[in-house]
């Protein structure tokens, strides 16, 4: 099962409107990118379909089990080791302990980090705090799991393993991933779908679909990233305008 | 712009900075030289003082006065009755404070209401409640330990509390998002992630123990009351003895200060370390 989004409106006091009547269906196994400029109440739209937010109407459905989530800093406990943060989740899954031990070995190898299982996250670098973040959402085991840009404070190199580490684990899987981003090329690299965001509030601009043949050819590629960047750069702007008129 | 052969006549060689060795190493030996230094500007005052030795001891003659307190075992029992005291005490009141300022940070309306109260608490010294304390329960233990668990709870409370507040938001949500209860949430996330500001409570609280504890024996003295370091205090008093009572000043002052040193700081410092956190001020090495 996936999850459907039948025009969620929400709104902060003070802020107004955030997310503007937002709908869409996201399916099972799915791996779709929601591409905003900053402050464009992405990151509220994934944390309404984590349960941390209710949304002011509009109603969505998600799968019963809830959904695991991935946030933008690790947000790993600090006086707990890479496989201590991970078996957390186990625990308070209702995992028995002798299961435990091997289920984190297990995530911490998937992530490439079983090197480091004893480590306190401030030991390992942001990358690798990201992978064990990873290695936590995964020891979830929901089928949809939340992305709230999830590498966006790494450095290129980084990231470019870390996407790759994702696409594979995404194939393998076959969970139903909701990745936000600000990043084009990231979207594009990444995703099955994009969904474009307009700023204040947030609707639905574009949606494009990405196969692997544009994918995998550079051109197209970079002529789409070219396009959504011409778009995000127009919502900014408007954004900015309004801003000074009502300033 | 210059070519490379001639920057280079310019070049100045950049030495490496040197590391100084320790900085822990500093944190130790510079208190001392602060204490060595004062004693010694006490001990020549009171040389060059015209008042009588009795009215104006120097160091020396304070020191002269500890063999016979040590001989006689007075100093011995009272400081092993107060540490007594001062660290039943001291437990009492973290299992009393340490519930109280879990159900007020989970409890608004009631943080709203008795917060504020809990910090005046904090405001009062502690040797105001000794008389009613003394009215109460007479001259006994119940009077000190009254005035000591007033002294301590109120900071332990609100160090907990502080601990508990400076907790990031993220971390709400995390355990949220993994399902925790709220009996797990608070063991397995809230405590552990409060425990800095805890320990810091913990620490200011029992410098408050100790504190009203001195101010409780004091006053408090005879009756039923074993002898405290804060009664001998009060026979220096009696005595005019103006050597004892210093020399009873720089025992409380050294027993607060070695507990301190030895029980919270070590604590403290780990603490901090394995988060990778290290306090402004101290080495980071």
Not at chain 1, 2 to 11: A, D, F, I, P
Not at chain 1, 179 to 189: G, K, L, P, Q, S
Not at chain 2, 88 to 111: D, E, K, M
Request: glycine share 8%.
């Amino acid at each position: 099962m996936g999850v459907l989004l039948n025009e969620v409106s929400l709104s902060y006091p003070g802020t107004g409107l955030v997310i503007d009547r937002l709908s869409t269906e996201i399916e099972d196994g799915e791996f779709i990118a929601v591409l905003g400029a900053s402050g464009c109440g992405k990151s509220s739209l994934l944390n309404m379909i984590a349960g941390l937010l209710a949304p002011t109407s509009g109603w969505l459905e998600v799968p019963q089990d809830g959904a695991a989530f991935m946030f933008q800093d690790a947000n790993l406990l600090p006086w707990l080791t890479a496989s201590e943060n991970v078996d957390l989740a186990l625990k308070l899954a209702g995992h028995p302990v002798k299961e435990r031990a091997q289920r984190v070995d297990e995530l911490l190898k998937l992530v490439q980090l079983g090197h480091a299982s004893d480590k306190k996250p401030h030991e390992l670098s942001g990358g690798m705090r990201q992978r064990v973040a990873l290695a936590r959402a995964l020891a979830q085991d929901r089928q949809v799991l939340l992305m709230d840009e999830p590498f966006a404070a790494l450095d290129a190199i980084t990231r470019d393993m870390l996407h790759e580490q994702l696409r594979a684990l995404w194939e393998q899987t076959g969970k139903t991933i909701i990745f936000v981003t600000h990043n084009v090329r990231e979207a594009i690299r990444l995703s099955g779908r994009i969904l474009v965001l307009s700023s204040h509030p947030g609707r639905i601009l574009e949606t494009r679909r990405i196969t692997d043949d544009l994918r995998n050819n550079p051109a197209q590629a970079a002529a789409l990233a070219d396009e959504l960047t011409t778009i995000l750069r127009k919502e900014q702007r408007k954004h900015e305008l309004t801003d000074r008129i009502s300033n | 712009m210059s070519s490379l052969t001639e920057s280079r006549t310019n070049v100045r060689p950049v030495r490496a900075i040197k590391l100084r060795p320790s900085g822990r190493l500093d944190a130790v030996v510079a208190p001392i030289l602060t204490v060595v230094v004062l004693v010694s500007l006490w001990q020549i005052v009171s040389w060059v003082s015209p008042l009588r030795e009795d009215l104006f001891p120097g160091p020396l003659s304070v020191a002269q006065k500890l063999p016979q307190l040590l001989a006689d075992g007075s100093l011995a029992s009272a400081v092993g009755n107060s540490l007594f005291r001062a660290i039943s005490g001291f437990v009492i009141a973290v299992v009393i404070a340490t519930p109280i300022a879990l159900l007020l940070a989970h409890q608004p309306l009631l943080r709203k209401g008795v917060g504020p109260l809990v910090s005046a608490m904090q405001v009062l010294p502690s040797i105001a409640w000794v008389p009613a304390a003394i009215i109460l329960f007479g001259l006994s233990d119940a009077t000190i330990y009254t005035v000591l668990l007033l002294g301590a709870i109120p900071s332990i409370i609100n160090g907990l509390l502080s601990g508990i507040d400076m907790i990031p938001s993220q971390y709400k949500s995390l355990s949220k998002v993994l399902g925790a209860s709220k009996w797990e949430h608070v063991l397995h996330i809230e405590l552990p992630a409060a425990m800095p500001g805890y320990v810091a409570g913990l620490r200011q609280g029992w410098a408050f123990a100790w504190r009203s504890l001195m101010a409780a024996e004091l006053i408090a003295v005879g009756g039923s009351l074993a002898l405290g370091v804060g009664s001998l205090l009060q026979r220096g008093r009696d005595l005019a003895d103006l050597s004892l009572v210093m020399l009873v000043i720089l025992t409380i002052l050294l027993v607060g200060v070695l507990i301190e040193l030895a029980v919270f700081a070590p604590i403290e410092r780990k603490l901090l370390r394995d988060r990778g956190m290290s306090r402004t001020g101290e080495n980071n090495g």
